[in-house]
């Protein structure tokens, strides 16, 4: 192990980084306290993450180590890519270890450790699939088989399991496989490189865990294969798309490449302004799981992969991370709020597959419209887990004499901040409530910024001190507040939550004319549970629509509804026409956050609702 | 053979079913003249035709019949149903030969028979991928392999070859194979059915043109395989879907089965109400080349398979025939002008597979946005080739005291009703103009009613005769002349031909506050050849567009463009925003026939036009 060994980091550790103007900080100084987070983060602890194990163990996913490790008699089961839904697992149960406590969890995990050890092979290869008579593929196919992606899952749960415990006895088994990866990729060695980039960040992280420079080269070497700095635009199956973008900004944040920061922000800008849905979701189309053309954003066929938008989450924290500017941060809320977060059912154990925007309740199938417990190819079930139990390590941040809140949710926060141990406690009903309180309370009066990111969407927001008058947070800006701390310090923010009623870009044709309701990070959706009487996919909204937000304890687990006045209109009698004006019936609506569709039966969803402005201007002659 | 045959029957021979209104004519009964549809056919004919034998040939498409006629040392080549695309070429060349007498072509397709013929086992089984050490496989996945798929495309062959010269050697293998199929499968014998109908409406046929009931039996014992009957959507793969209904229809002229019709008439309605798009292709869906949900009609990512417009058109002619309803002539009409007509290039020799309604020009491959000249599954090519020489027999019809005109091209019919022998020529420049003139000339002077379709689309339509003050024809009917007509009678037609601006069901997401252009049967499309000045796809129409048509030459082989008022509205900063007003610039923008696109290069491509007024409505606050 190398001499910068911290066993404390966080969900990267860029401490040492040359390219870092936001460090992460450990997820163990990090207390969260009871609030929005806490009720998603809390039934899948208890029930998602044993119920998936469950999962992993019924479909012999654990049993497909024991056959190698214990000489278990069973046949290797699911697809060639399946061990890493347990190095998945792994990671989720490691992240949980690092915020909260838990022998019986920690036993567990130790359990599966030895079962995963006890597979890998003389020369340090670890693969379930490649073993026996399967020997003799290795590395035969790495454009499909996965098996670098499947081996940096293993280092990622590794380090999680090392920052959690302290312990190295997974870190050992994901080091051996590392050097031997090494040992035969590379340049003057074998050549090749994985179909699904995973392994980039993986050897990145590995290099800043270990501080062996083999490591970081190695990255840099699969980021060549795939000839990552020549890319401009993001094409092809959205997750490895996504995935490698995180490989190149760990790189970058290491090595400063110039090529590889103009791809990136190329790259990045060719998602944001083309390619993402108002959900933060990313990848449009069923063929190949992979990004469309510019604009092209389907709803009802929206594929959305909850793995993308966890890749799309994790890259945004991460040029964020780079580059200190709100608007990466922006995204990353966006994405955890929405795209993501509909991924995963209330009661923490149910998942989506494709996150449509649009749905009548109707498809079925394993890429359908209903939460699974379990997918054949499960990979987002086990990507859920691991990115809600590591959400504690995103809320913070540090700066050389800087404190950045960077989500907003009740937690308490303990750093070192220019020698000196600081204490930040945050007070907040967010998302359902702009007010932000924050008490800092440095260990003797310090001088440090605290750095508090306002939303691009905040308008008319303020922030006072210590009951002073509210002074403007600009929207879309870092607001920071410069001074001597003391002891119990208070910030106010007061983040202005309007309802807003999202446009697209009349390049994405199927929100054209159209409008999605949004208030503060969260997206609204009609679903029919709220609006019995019509069909919610009949609905119009106007420009006028009187929304009116309301906090319903009994509703979803807690969560503001927004009502608003809407219309029916008539339906034209063909399915092409000149039609004149409709008739409208005027309804009250109901929409919910739409993280929380989906969770009480089959229903008909809608985000983007078209506009009664629209559909006038559209029908008369 | 039977007591009924006869060998100048049309495209279908309902001259006999119980359930026709309509009665279809011998296409040697009708001399087509120079006018719109030969200058699609005769490049198709010229130069389509054979061009596709020699990929047949280059293939091995016709090698692999050779291998067992011949015992040419050859691999097998091509996808296991390839044998039916040699069937649709020979259909294609012995329809021609129906209306144009050319005995190179005559003389080619009797040596592609003999091919054939010779391929035929003892036991009349023909298949040429279950053969020699497949043999064993014959029938044993039914669902997958196409094998009475490939069957009822080599007996829709040697009926078309029949009724083109009268011989019998296609259509005695025809029988063999239809004969052994009868003793193999049916109630008591081997079950299942073939994943992709066909043979359906190909045992239909046999039966009406040999007057052997077992073909019909086996007709209805496919249809109750598939429970035909309790269909009531339209659900998965377009072409399977829409060739059942050609089946079902046809299994109904000849039995009136009511629960067939109630199926069919369910079927149409989900199809033409809600799944069907504006240019009549059908099968919005790349995953399993599918229906979609209902009104899921992406215009980019449509897939509207050819083959599937195509079905449709079948289909539509089929339900004509059998109610004389004007509404499923309109469909026919619409499918063959846009949805089926650019399926092929003006050249008549590059195909599409999938038929957007939007492009970029980008998307290539096998399902991409270039015309091919051949496709590894190549059956969209010849079922173009088949279908298109089959024209003539679409645009006349025969009932009890009955002419109809169906459909209108420049051409002659000759033919008998009751018991008169009548001509009667069309003349007309139709699509461009809407006027047509009709020559009626009975033998002797003769009552009967002349039926002529006026489509839905053509307001302010009259008609007169010999000079007679025009009268109303009423838009969406069947105009009936009945009168005694005598030699030299005339008739003049004047369909209105406003430009149209066609608004979509407000459930068609990607239509919504668009306009398509459209004029007479034709749908009209951006193209960026015709406004090299802009990116069509950031075009915007007004309801006040001033649209004109100008019949153009030079263009495209000569057709009518629709130039009008347009806007490029300026481009959001944002992917999604609360925008306001937009910024607009006036062009005025050239649309041109939706068949004629891509015949220039690649292009980008609008048939969905965003309305100002829609757009306005939408962003102003």
């Given at each position: 192990?190398?001499?910068?060994?911290?066993?404390?980091?966080g969900?990267?550790d860029?401490?040492?980084?040359?390219?870092?103007r936001?460090?992460?900080?450990?997820?163990?100084?990090?207390e969260i306290?009871?609030?929005?987070?806490?009720?998603?983060?809390?039934?899948?602890?208890?029930?998602?993450?044993?119920?998936?194990?469950?999962h992993?163990e019924?479909?012999?996913?654990v049993d497909n180590?024991?056959r190698?490790?214990?000489?278990?008699?069973?046949?290797?089961?699911?697809?060639?890519?399946?061990?890493?839904?347990?190095?998945?697992w792994?990671?989720a149960?490691?992240?949980?270890?690092?915020w909260?406590?838990?022998?019986?969890?920690?036993?567990?995990l130790?359990?599966?450790i030895?079962?995963?050890?006890g597979?890998q092979?003389?020369?340090?290869?670890?693969?379930?699939?490649?073993s026996?008579?399967?020997?003799?593929?290795?590395f035969?196919?790495?454009?499909?088989d996965h098996e670098?992606?499947?081996?940096?899952h293993?280092?990622?749960?590794a380090?999680?399991?090392?920052?959690?415990t302290?312990?190295t006895?997974?870190l050992?088994?994901?080091?051996?496989?590392?050097?031997?990866?090494?040992?035969?990729?590379g340049?003057g060695?074998?050549?090749?490189?994985?179909g699904h980039?995973?392994?980039e960040?993986?050897?990145?992280?590995?290099?800043?865990?270990?501080?062996?420079?083999t490591?970081?080269?190695?990255a840099?070497y699969?980021?060549?294969q795939?000839?990552?700095?020549?890319?401009?635009t993001m094409?092809g199956?959205?997750?490895?798309?996504?995935?490698?973008?995180?490989?190149?900004?760990?790189?970058?944040a290491?090595?400063g490449?110039?090529?590889?920061?103009?791809?990136?922000v190329?790259?990045?800008t060719?998602m944001?302004?083309?390619?993402?849905?108002v959900?933060?979701g990313i990848?449009?189309?069923?063929?190949?799981?992979?990004?469309?053309?510019?604009?092209e954003?389907p709803?009802?066929?929206?594929?959305?992969e909850?793995?993308?938008?966890?890749?799309?989450?994790?890259w945004?924290?991460?040029?964020?991370?780079?580059?200190?500017?709100?608007?990466?941060c922006d995204?990353?809320?966006?994405?955890?709020?929405n795209?993501f977060?509909?991924?995963?059912?209330?009661?923490?154990?149910?998942?989506?597959y494709?996150n449509?925007?649009?749905s009548?309740?109707?498809?079925?199938?394993?890429r359908?419209?209903?939460?699974?417990?379990?997918y054949?190819?499960?990979?987002?079930?086990?990507?859920?887990?691991?990115?809600?139990?590591?959400?504690?390590?995103?809320?913070?941040?540090?700066?050389?004499?800087e404190?950045?809140?960077c989500?907003?949710?009740?937690?308490?926060?303990?750093a070192e901040?220019s020698?000196t141990?600081v204490?930040?406690?945050?007070?907040?009903?967010?998302?359902w409530?702009?007010?932000?309180?924050?008490?800092?309370?440095?260990e003797k009066?310090?001088?440090f910024?605290?750095?508090?990111r306002?939303?691009?969407?905040?308008?008319?927001?303020?922030?006072?001190?210590?009951g002073?008058?509210?002074?403007?947070a600009?929207p879309?800006?870092?607001?920071r507040?410069?001074?001597e701390?003391?002891?119990?310090?208070?910030?106010?923010?007061?983040?202005?939550?309007p309802?807003?009623?999202?446009?697209?870009?009349?390049?994405?044709?199927?929100?054209?004319?159209?409008?999605?309701?949004?208030?503060?990070?969260?997206?609204?959706?009609?679903?029919?549970?709220?609006?019995?009487?019509?069909?919610?996919?009949d609905?119009?909204?106007s420009?006028?629509?009187?929304?009116?937000?309301?906090?319903?304890?009994?509703t979803?687990?807690?969560?503001?509804?927004?009502?608003?006045?809407?219309?029916v209109?008539s339906s034209?009698?063909?399915?092409?026409?000149?039609?004149?004006?409709?008739?409208l019936?005027?309804?009250?609506?109901?929409?919910?956050p739409?993280?929380?569709w989906a969770?009480r039966?089959?229903?008909s969803m809608?985000?983007?609702i078209?506009?009664l402005e629209?559909?006038?201007?559209?029908?008369?002659?």
């Amino acid at each position: 192990m190398g001499e910068n060994m911290e066993c404390h980091a966080g969900i990267v550790d860029n401490a040492s980084s040359p390219r870092a103007r936001v460090l992460a900080v450990p997820i163990s100084a990090v207390e969260i306290r009871p609030g929005f987070w806490t009720n998603r983060m809390d039934p899948a602890r208890r029930k998602g993450l044993p119920r998936l194990l469950g999962h992993l163990e019924d479909h012999g996913v654990v049993d497909n180590f024991r056959r190698i490790s214990q000489g278990k008699e069973v046949p290797r089961k699911g697809p060639v890519f399946t061990d890493s839904d347990l190095y998945k697992w792994m990671e989720a149960a490691a992240f949980s270890l690092q915020w909260r406590a838990d022998d019986n969890l920690d036993q567990l995990l130790e359990s599966v450790i030895d079962d995963v050890a006890g597979a890998q092979g003389e020369d340090g290869y670890l693969n379930t699939y490649f073993s026996g008579d399967k020997a003799n593929l290795r590395f035969g196919n790495l454009e499909r088989d996965h098996e670098l992606y499947c081996a940096g899952h293993l280092i990622q749960a590794a380090i999680a399991h090392y920052r959690a415990t302290g312990r190295t006895n997974l870190l050992d088994v994901a080091v051996r496989f590392a050097d031997y990866l090494a040992s035969v990729f590379g340049e003057g060695r074998r050549g090749g490189f994985c179909g699904h980039p995973e392994l980039e960040m993986a050897m990145v992280e590995l290099y800043r865990t270990t501080g062996k420079e083999t490591y970081l080269d190695f990255a840099g070497y699969l980021l060549d294969q795939i000839k990552f700095h020549e890319r401009r635009t993001m094409e092809g199956h959205a997750v490895r798309a996504a995935y490698a973008c995180c490989g190149g900004a760990d790189y970058f944040a290491e090595t400063g490449n110039g090529g590889t920061w103009e791809a990136l922000v190329s790259l990045w800008t060719d998602m944001s302004a083309r390619k993402s849905y108002v959900t933060g979701g990313i990848g449009s189309r069923y063929v190949g799981e992979a990004f469309g053309e510019p604009y092209e954003l389907p709803n009802l066929r929206a594929y959305a992969e909850t793995c993308a938008a966890i890749a799309n989450a994790m890259w945004a924290w991460r040029m964020f991370l780079i580059t200190g500017e709100p608007s990466y941060c922006d995204m990353l809320e966006n994405i955890l709020y929405n795209g993501f977060l509909a991924g995963v059912s209330l009661s923490g154990d149910r998942y989506f597959y494709v996150n449509p925007l649009e749905s009548s309740g109707e498809a079925t199938g394993e890429r359908g419209h209903r939460r699974r417990e379990w997918y054949d190819c499960t990979c987002c079930p086990t990507n859920v887990q691991r990115t809600i139990s590591s959400i504690p390590g995103y809320i913070y941040g540090l700066g050389k004499g800087e404190v950045w809140i960077c989500l907003y949710q009740a937690s308490r926060l303990e750093a070192e901040i220019s020698g000196t141990r600081v204490i930040i406690e945050q007070e907040t009903e967010y998302p359902w409530k702009g007010r932000v309180d924050l008490l800092v309370s440095p260990e003797k009066p310090t001088s440090f910024q605290l750095c508090l990111r306002v939303p691009a969407w905040a308008r008319d927001s303020t922030w006072s001190t210590d009951g002073s008058d509210p002074r403007e947070a600009r929207p879309g800006s870092i607001l920071r507040l410069d001074r001597e701390w003391r002891q119990e310090d208070k910030v106010s923010l007061e983040l202005g939550m309007p309802i807003r009623l999202i446009r697209a870009h009349p390049r994405a044709r199927e929100d054209f004319g159209c409008a999605a309701i949004a208030r503060g990070p969260l997206v609204y959706c009609l679903e029919s549970v709220d609006n019995p009487d019509v069909e919610v996919r009949d609905l119009v909204i106007s420009r006028e629509a009187r929304p009116a937000a309301e906090f319903r304890e009994d509703t979803l687990g807690g969560v503001s509804t927004i009502s608003f006045d809407a219309f029916v209109a008539s339906s034209p009698g063909t399915l092409y026409g000149e039609p004149g004006g409709p008739d409208l019936k005027s309804v009250r609506a109901t929409a919910i956050p739409y993280y929380a569709w989906a969770n009480r039966g089959g229903s008909s969803m809608l985000v983007w609702i078209p506009l009664l402005e629209a559909l006038e201007g559209a029908s008369r002659r």
